[in-house]
C-alpha cells in the first residue's frame, strides 16, 4: 500500500515558478515509477512527467521539457517538480502518481500503469 500527499500548489503569474513536492509513505521497489499528470477543467488527466525509482531515468511530456524538471530524493522518499516559466494553459490540479511495480522498460506516460494517485494540488497560472 502506499500513500501520496501532494504539497506546493498555487496561485503565480504568467513566467513564475512553483515547486510541487509529492511525500511518499509506503514500500518502494526498484521497479516503481513515480510521476505527474494533470487535469485542467473539461479536460482528460494528461501525462506531465515521471521518474523511475531505482535510476531516476525520466520522460516528460513535450510541453513540460525545457520548463518542468522532476526529481527524487530516496532518503526523503520525495518527487519533486520544479516548474519554471508557467503559462496560464499550465493551470490544472497536479496529481501525484505511482506505478507500484512497474516491469516493462522506459518509464511510462500511460496513467493506467499508475495504480496510486494523490488528492491533487491546484497550480493557477494568471496572465
Known amino acids: 500500500q502506499v500513500q501520496l500527499v501532494e504539497s506546493g500548489g498555487g496561485l503565480v503569474q504568467a513566467g513564475g515558478s512553483l515547486r510541487l513536492s509529492c511525500a511518499i509513505s509506503?514500500?518502494?521497489?526498484?521497479?516503481?515509477?513515480l510521476g505527474w499528470f494533470r487535469q485542467a477543467p473539461g479536460k482528460e488527466r494528461e501525462f506531465v512527467a515521471a521518474?523511475?525509482?531505482?535510476?531516476?531515468?525520466?520522460n516528460s511530456a513535450q510541453f513540460a521539457q525545457g520548463r518542468f524538471t522532476i526529481s527524487r530524493d530516496n532518503a526523503k522518499k520525495t518527487v519533486d517538480l520544479q516548474m519554471n516559466s508557467l503559462k496560464p494553459e499550465d493551470t490544472a490540479v497536479y496529481y501525484c502518481?505511482?506505478?507500484?511495480?512497474?516491469?516493462?522498460?522506459?518509464?511510462?506516460?500511460?496513467?493506467?500503469?499508475?495504480?496510486?494517485w494523490g488528492q491533487g494540488t491546484q497550480v493557477t497560472v494568471s496572465s
Open positions: 509506503g514500500h518502494t521497489f526498484s521497479s516503481t515509477i
Open positions: 521518474t523511475r525509482w531505482s535510476d531516476g531515468s525520466t
Open positions: 502518481a505511482c506505478a507500484h511495480t512497474f516491469y516493462r522498460n522506459g518509464v511510462s506516460p500511460s496513467p493506467s500503469d499508475y495504480n496510486y
